[in-house]
């Protein structure tokens, strides 16, 4: 099976489950597990945060946005010579990746017969049901099952050590905007300098995985409240 999936946490759900080396095709976003820089770039932003200021990135936005023209630039000549049987495109935030729409009226055209798989929970649930659905439509259900219980045996076990605690902390919430977890000196070797944020890792607890029922910018961190 020929697989190609348009975002990260699919990406990820599919390497997760052992259907690596079915993934032909990813998006520019998705840089998890490092196998996945590895293959074909089949959607990327218009936009080079890189090498722009977020002033720029705003205006170029707005340019494109007034034009109406997409954020992203989906590559419908790989689409068409590869013809993958399943594509995992999302449909919760227009801005941050290729939308299941751009991807039906793309694949239309070429090979109707490709089944889309369209991922947008909003709920730990949900989260969970995506997982099942990918695994039963890529012929991995046992695989997805056993990852979906991990998963839920971890969320149990977290939400049964809050039932016992006998006070409960304040707590503050500071996010960032598009910043990679590489850019902070304690969680990777990087050419950053963050000392706060290296005292901040030291005396406290540091997450190397974590989930979300929207795994893409705003909406992601909308999740959290």
């Not at 990406?11 to 998705?30: H, R």
């Not at 006070?167 to 905007?177: E, G, S, V």
Request: glycine share 6%; proline share 5%.
């Amino acid at each position: 099976m020929k697989i190609c999936s348009l975002l990260p946490s699919g990406t990820e759900i599919l390497f997760a489950i052992g259907l690596g080396d079915q993934v032909a095709g990813v998006s520019d976003l998705c840089d998890y597990p490092a196998e996945a820089l590895t293959k074909p770039v089949v959607s990327r932003s218009k936009l080079d945060s890189s090498d722009l200021s977020s002033a720029e990135v705003e205006s170029e936005m707005q340019r494109l946005l007034a034009a109406g023209e997409d954020l992203s630039q989906l590559e419908r000549e790989w689409l068409a010579e590869n013809k993958p049987d399943v594509i995992l495109p999302q449909d919760v935030c227009y801005f941050c990746e290729v939308n299941a729409g751009q991807v039906q009226e793309a694949v239309s055209d070429f090979f109707p017969a490709a089944e889309l798989i369209v991922l947008q929970p909003r709920s730990m649930d949900e989260i969970l049901a995506s997982i099942r659905q990918i695994g039963k439509v890529c012929r991995a259900e046992v695989a997805a099952g056993e990852l979906v219980d991990q998963i839920q045996s971890r969320s149990d076990s977290g939400a049964g050590k809050l039932e016992m605690a006998t006070t409960q902390p304040n707590i503050l919430l500071i996010t960032t905007d598009q910043q990679r977890y590489d850019t902070a000196g304690a969680a990777a070797p990087s050419f950053m300098r963050t000392p706060h944020f290296d005292q901040l890792a030291r005396e406290g607890i540091t997450f190397s995985r974590a989930y979300t029922s929207c795994p893409i910018c705003v909406p992601s961190r909308v999740s959290i409240m």
